[in-house]
């Protein structure tokens, strides 16, 4: 039975509101333009590639579901026919709420290991007492429950690691292969060139949108995700933490996270900068000065104290009415809500603050006056000649907030005032690891993939937002 | 030592890589000789900045020098290192830039922007002499002597007081003195040639007329040689001794400059003289040059001219055009000149008819040097267009008094200044400070004025862009600075504006259809959308752009054609009064007369009366039928443009008349030089707020702001020192 959480769907309102504005882009050259600038620049079209990747894995993580109950074991079944039989008719769901990623990674997320153990290991990371088969026991590291268990001898886990990679490649090059026939006969198709001929054009770098950097990027990362989900099949290929979870699966489910901080915030904050920034710019005069008021105030706080008061009103508010939430995915998800609403009102001066300066100058522009003279009511003139003229600035700020949001989520759970600890996030996970770097031998993994991980998505982000820039910044265009 | 101080042949330089590169100076060839001075003219495009870079080898990164060679005395400039060449650059050959304000950096003195310059170039250039370079450095740069140089060098600009202004930042200075800093900075290294780029485009003419002066006079002290790059025909005939016309990235033609007024040979020159607007030409069209500016990008086989040219035969379009000699002082590249005058003199007697009277007459004087006859028959034609003012005048003077379209009353535009944290309102800016205008239903009236002075202040406060802070706005009667701003819609319809600046006077976002249609649809003057297509289609076909800019944006027009759009605009709410805001600064000067032109026509056409924004006095002159020139914020002088041009009484419309080039010797006035510049509007000075910089200010002008003296049934001034 599918469950539609708040953030999912405040997701998919973005991702409405994003193909809506693709259409308008497309129909308009002056956004067209750059965009098409940033699809024929390699860097970017790599940055794309790996995002890509990111947002797939977060939207599969946002279609939210209660499981089906499986039927009782097919002991019961004789004793009890009629109870089967109701089964039949109305099945039974699981008030557990879990996505279609966990379903997809449900053998990483129930193959739970008892404490700690190393990348790649087959023993637990801490001693224990075993009993050996003749009834001693011995201290020593006990083998895994899961991790590596299918090996008889340790000694061949190594080859065991390499076959399997290999075969991992083998398979990722393969449907690579496939994904670049696809894209190869799709771009001939559309043409009307030979399949080798458009094949050949994209090998020599020849074509204007830089299909060999896709086509490469393509392949790392196709050829990195088999390899990861073969090995993953029987290693837990980044450990586990202190209660014995994948840590490969933690940093793939707080990818949705990371990315609903990123996104949504801006979301929620646009409106108000977009609508206040330019009013006060345009009508000037009294409204400029409460607005100014209101954001010079604002921004005067220190985001980290609202934050912190905020979280902990909800917090308060929470636990004293727990019977509203039905699950503790819920609750969760009304945090991370929550957080975003916070994040948005701390930061959205800083655009605001642009976008009045911005429309303060387009307001004495003389097309502005020529529509004034014109007769042309604000509104309108607003809705014509301001909105589309500042647009530049706001696709610029909402791509260059990203990975600043991103990484904020990491600062903040790691001082407590995050997201809530029971929803997998790149901060819990490097807050809960900060103790176990003190141990010796150092606990590692834990803080390393969720800063591979994160790195990867800011660093791609990034980049991507260089290139928008670039293409969107008139002083720059002009330049080159 | 020869007496050629600069020789340049066959410079070629592109810029831009890949398959096309923008080929910005093509084969130029031209020579200056020590104490000279050269004008390169041409259009915007054609390339003038460009050389002027390419010879100091300062092109942009994109950009390189293709082949040809640069001499600079006996030294070959484009094989010099480039260590050596940054000692040529500012040493023995400087330059100065069009924008004084951003060539200095904001936040240095100005003073010790100077004695950098000096420092730099000062040594080398004394260490010609026997004692190593390294020694004399460092006995010249002591501060004390640096110092010493740099006020020297400002008093030597005309700076008052250099010693305080040495130690100002460059937003304390105003225009005109920013640019002397920048002459002063080109003078520290005492070059051999001075490379003005504009020199003066960006100032007022008052300000020109001192900054043209003073280089002439640091010409006179140094006989430094002048590469003076402009489009203004009238400070080449200033200032300049001998010419070279530029198009399209050639040089077409070169001649000494006297040879060239009386008689300019290449058919791009002399349409260009004619497109010029003057108080003699009234009655007519102003010659155009259809199309424009081919681009660059391309090869060119023949004559770069042939596409727009009056006069083109197959020949010109079949091989490169060489140099011919008309005669000893000139030289061009025009096929027409390859047999000789004769081939030129038919040519132009057939082209004669359809070309006004004026230009055919100076063409057909175009061998002989200039004769008698021919400056008597100009007189004649400037009088008979005296006369036709006059009974213009005459006509309108008939109409009913009181019946004027327009009137203002001691219009008020003062923005308040505010300072501090609670932004508390110290003191106003009187931009507009007690204005009366008349305008006459189908008339034009001119409103001349330095920058800054507040014509556009005026401007917007007819249309209320900007609220009057006092006095009434009469349209039809009606107080437009009464009514509240809802009412003000239904007068939106009557009056327009037109902007200078055709390249921000429309949203780039939006198709030339929707702009023109605007109007139409805000009013509701249209309703429905193939109706308004219909009449945007109408109006584009009206100011010759054509239906089908419909579907296109405005970047894609040039600044003429794009002015014709904001004409359009304007047009399509059927206005009866246009303010016109300097249309046509921003354009070219074949480009002005065709938006001029149009600008008449319509007038003729559809019986509008025209507000006339403007610095440019030519354009007054053959355009306006009243004029009233101001001074911050006030009216100190109108009346007819006859009146006015002719015989202006008040000493500022004297000087600023006095200012303006002419291109023709026999219009040209003594200049009366003012010194200083305009006044801030946010402190004028007491009484006469000219008395600081009249020439014939007396003591009581300091009291009392005078009061309009009526000279004439239209004409008045308000200067104390005018007696009726
Ligand atoms: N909105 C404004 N606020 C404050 N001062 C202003 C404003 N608009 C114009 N001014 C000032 O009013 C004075 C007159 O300006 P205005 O633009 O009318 O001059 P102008 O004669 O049109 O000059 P130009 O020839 O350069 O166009 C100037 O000192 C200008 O700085
Ligand atoms: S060469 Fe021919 S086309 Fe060129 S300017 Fe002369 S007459 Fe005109
Ligand atoms: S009143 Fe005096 S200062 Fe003013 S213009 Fe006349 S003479 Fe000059
Ligand atoms: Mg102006």
Known sequence: ?480 | MSDVLLHVSNLTAELGNGERPLRVCDGIDFSIRRGETLALLGESGCGKSMTALTLMRLLPLSGRIVGGSVQLDDSELLSLPEREMRGVRGGRMAMIFQEPQTSLNPVLKVGDQIAEAVRLHKPASNAQGASPPLLKRRLFSGEAEVAERVVELLRAVGIPDPARRAGEFPHQLSGGMKQRVMIAMALAGDPELLIADEPTTALDVTIQAQVLQLLKGLQAQTGMAVLLITHDLGVVAETADRLAVMYAGQIVEQASVDAFFAAPAHPYSRKLMESVPSASKRRGELAVIPGRVPPLDQPFTGCRFADRCSQVMPACREAPIAWFQPNLEQSVRCLLWAEGPARLQRASAAVGVVESSASSLRLETATAPRSATGLESEAEALDAARLDAASALSRSAAAPEGHALLATDGLEVHFPIQRGLFRSTVGHLKAVDGVDLRLQAGQTLALVGESGCGKTTVGKAILRLEPPTGGTVRYNGVDLAAIRAGQMRRYRKDLQIIFQDPFASMNPRMLVGDIVGEGLQSLGLEKGRAARRRRVAMLLEQVGIGEQAMERYPHEFSGGQRQRICIARALAVDPKLIVCDEPTSALDVSVQAQILNLLKRLQDELGLSYLFITHDISVVAYLAHEVAVMYLGRIVEQGTAAEVLDAPRHPYTQALLSAVPMMDKAERRQIIRLEGDMPSPAAPPTGCHFHPRCPQAIADCALAYPQPVQLSKTQSARCLRIEV
């Open chain 1, 1 to 480: 039975m599918p469950v539609i959480l708040i953030t999912d769907a405040l997701i998919f309102l973005l991702i409405a509101v994003a193909i809506a504005f693709g259409l308008y882009a497309a129909r308009h050259e002056h956004l067209r333009g750059p965009w098409r600038q940033v699809g024929r620049s390699p860097v970017g079209v790599a940055a794309l590639v790996v995002i890509v990747f990111y947002v797939g894995i977060g939207l599969l993580d946002s279609l939210h579901f209660h499981p089906l109950i499986e039927p009782m074991a097919p002991a019961d079944l004789t004793d009890q026919r009629t109870d089967q039989r109701t089964d039949q008719q109305a099945p039974t769901y699981s008030t557990q709420v879990i996505s279609v990623l966990d379903r997809w990674l449900s053998g990483l997320r129930e193959r739970q290991e008892k404490t700690f153990s190393a990348p790649f290991a087959i023993q637990l990371f801490v001693k224990e007492a075993i009993e050996q088969p003749d009834g001693s026991l011995i201290r020593g590291y006990p083998r895994l429950e899961y991790g590596g268990a299918h090996l008889a001898d340790p000694a061949q886990r190594d080859l065991d690691i390499l076959l399997r990679g290999l075969f991992g490649m083998v398979k990722g090059l393969i449907a690579w292969t496939a994904v670049m026939t696809i894209l190869i006969a799709l771009r001939a198709w559309h043409r009307q060139q030979s399949f080798n001929d458009s094949a050949s054009r994209i090998w020599r770098g020849e074509t204007k949108t830089p299909w060999r950097t896709v086509l490469i990027t393509l392949a790392l990362m196709l050829v990195l995700s088999f390899v990861a989900a073969e090995l993953a099949a029987k290693y837990h290929i980044l450990g586990t933490d202190k209660v014995g979870e994948d840590v490969f699966y933690q940093s793939l489910k707080s990818i949705r996270t990371g990315l609903v901080i990123g996104t949504l915030t801006t979301l929620v904050m646009l409106p108000a900068a977009v609508i206040l920034g330019i009013m006060a710019g345009y009508f000037g005069g009294r409204t400029d000065d409460v607005i100014q008021y209101l954001y010079t105030t604002l921004s005067s706080i220190p985001g980290v104290l609202l934050i912190a008061a905020a979280i902990l009103m909800l917090q308060v508010y929470m636990t004293n009415h727990a019977d509203q939430f039905q699950s503790l995915v819920e609750r969760a998800d009304l945090r991370l809500l929550f957080l975003c609403i916070i994040l948005g009102v701390t930061s959205w001066t800083g655009l605001c603050r642009l976008l009045r300066g911005e429309s303060l100058k387009l307001r004495e522009a003389d097309y502005v006056q020529a529509a004034r003279s014109l007769g042309v009511r604000h509104s309108t003139a607003i809705a014509r000649h301001i909105l589309p003229n500042v647009l530049h600035i706001v696709m610029i700020t909402v791509v260059l907030d990203f990975s600043g949001l991103v990484l904020a989520e990491a600062v903040l759970s790691y001082v407590n005032i995050g997201v809530d600890p029971t929803m997998n996030s790149w901060g819990n996970m490097i807050n809960s690891a900060r103790l176990e770097l003190a141990r010796d031998p150092m606990v590692w993994w834990s803080l390393a993939a969720a800063f591979v991980f994160m790195f990867t998505l800011v660093l791609a982000a990034n980049l991507l937002a260089d290139v928008v820039r670039d293409a969107f910044d008139p002083r720059l265009r002009g330049a080159s």
